[in-house]
């Protein structure tokens, strides 16, 4: 996407789905981004955009759902907004806009980074103040499977049911890990708690796809 257009691998491909996971340069990723739409808008073919909890991130008194107002004072937050709202001008079904929060699991980048820091010797970073909820990969693909084979449009936020402090979660989980003498550093923004987390309310998935944080914590191994 940050050397060429995608029109051509559209055009070629002929996608019913897309599935938007890119990272990488922000601008790259919205030119890349409006090539997507403008070819949704004028195909049979839907789009699904991972987008994140830090379209909120403004606001931290009290959790966000799906249809709340975003506002994000983070670069990551309004370059995320960007897309959002480039898609939220296309009919309903043309589009899902999939909110997530932290993702972790087995051999996941959050978890992968908090072995590579214990064994360095490097501090792992929490934020006692900062309230959160979390997923895995593993439910979320779970999660995109069902949206798919259901059809169902709109905005879905697939974070957990119940909210955790980011403190309390990376420490179970690295107790979870078998780590120990590991080193914290922790990060005080406010002397309030702060709200990062994404809550269902209009559209919720059946139960068997909801996943609570111990879910989570446990998923950080292999059994």
């Known amino acids: 996407m940050e050397t060429e257009s995608l029109s051509f691998l559209l055009k070629n491909l002929q996608p019913d789905f897309i599935i938007s996971a890119l990272r990488g340069n922000f601008n790259a990723q919205i030119h890349a981004h409006f090539e997507m739409i403008d070819f949704i808008r004028n195909h049979s073919c839907k789009l699904i955009f991972l987008s994140s909890a830090n379209v909120f991130d403004a606001f931290t008194n009290f959790p966000s759902y799906e249809y709340d107002k975003t506002f994000s004072v983070s670069i990551y937050g309004k370059f995320k907004i960007q897309i959002e709202n480039a898609l ?46 979390s997923t895995t990969l593993s439910k979320l693909t779970q999660q995109i499977h069902y949206i798919i084979n259901r059809n169902l449009p709109g905005v879905f936020h697939l974070g957990s049911t119940d909210l955790i402090h980011h403190n309390d979660l990376i420490l179970e989980i690295c107790e979870k890990l078998g780590l120990e003498d590991f080193n914290i550093t922790r990060v005080y923004e406010s002397n309030e708690d702060r709200y990062l987390a994404i809550l269902p309310k209009e559209n919720r998935l059946p139960e068997f796809l909801e996943i609570q944080n111990q879910e989570v914590i446990n998923s950080s191994i292999i059994l």
């Not at 043309?94 to 214990?118: C, D, Q, W």
């Open 88 to 133: 939220l001008r296309l009919p309903n079904e043309k589009y899902n806009i999939l909110r997530l929060p932290m993702v972790f699991g087995a051999n996941s980048p959050r978890v992968e980074e908090i072995k590579t820091l214990h064994k360095i010797k490097d501090p792992i970073e929490v934020f006692p103040n900062v309230v959160i909820n």
